[in-house]
T-cell receptor, first 113, second 117 residues
Framework: KNQVEQSPQSLIILEGKNCTLQ??????????LRWYKQDTGRGPVSLTI?????NTKSNGRYTATLDADTKQSSLHITASQLSDSASYIC????????????FGKGTMLLVSP | NAGVTQTPKFQVLKTGQSMTLQCAQD?????MYWYRQDPGMGLRLIYY???????DKGEVPNGYNVSRLNKREFSLRLESAAPSQTSVYFC????????????????FGPGTRLLVL
């Protein structure tokens, strides 16, 4: 069964600190992996997308890594800001067809002043 | 350019009542999706529409119907609401890459929060 597991479930960090969120998946065949940010009360917004051949992708203070061999990805947030408080969702897409996305449950990040 | 809009934002229903959730996009995308998001679970696909005039079941279609009214609008209907359908519902508009692009991009609406008593 295709699964996406994220850790930790929740995290509290101080403003200005860095953090790393983890995503492990068993989705096969693999097409791409995306990280979404979901602010409370809003829909998810795409941060990064990586294909099989990409190891790292950055979007400002967000850096995602992908190890397709071990089926692991991470999202690193540098110099956190209060506005980074949100749920971060890892989503893995299969190779073909529609409706082939598997969503993780998300990591809830709270950045404290 | 509003992106993806959803109405209503909040709704309370009694068991057995019916309602339609509306979704519209102004990005000229062919594909649109309906998801539900429950606490402690990832988003789950209810129905999707690959293009105008077509709809297909997703992972959790039971208790729902959809209509792709035109390219812009994709509605989700609960014919007889049940407490198990209490959830947050998201509509997404999807663009697929041309050529060798990295994959589809989903643009989500703000969600409809539904409580069924």
């Amino acid at each position: 069964k295709n699964q996406v597991e994220q850790s930790p479930q929740s995290l509290i960090i101080l403003e200005g600190k860095n953090c790393t969120l983890q995503c492990n998946y068993t989705v096969s065949p693999f097409s791409n992996l995306r990280w979404y940010k979901q602010d409370t009360g809003r829909g998810p917004v795409s941060l990064t997308i990586m294909t099989f051949s990409e190891n790292t992708k950055s979007n400002g203070r967000y850096t995602a890594t992908l190890d397709a061999d071990t089926k692991q990805s991470s999202l690193h947030i540098t110099a956190s800001q209060l506005s980074d408080s949100a749920s971060y969702i890892c989503v893995v897409s299969q190779n073909s067809g529609y409706s082939t996305l598997t969503f993780g449950k998300g990591t809830m990040l709270l950045v404290s002043p | 350019n509003a992106g993806v809009t959803q109405t209503p934002k909040f709704q309370v229903l009694k068991t057995g009542q019916s309602m339609t959730l509306q979704c519209a996009q102004d990005m000229n995308h062919n594909s649109m999706y309906w998801y539900r998001q429950d606490p402690g679970m990832g988003l789950r696909l209810i129905y999707y529409s690959a293009s105008e005039g077509t709809t297909d079941k997703g992972e959790v279609p039971n208790g729902y119907n959809v209509s792709r009214l035109n390219k812009r609008e994709f509605s989700l209907r609960l014919e007889s609401a049940a407490p198990s359908q209490t959830s947050v519902y998201f509509c997404a508009s999807v663009v697929y890459p041309t050529g060798t692009g990295p994959g589809e991009t989903q643009y989500f609406g703000p969600g409809t929060r539904l409580l069924v008593l």
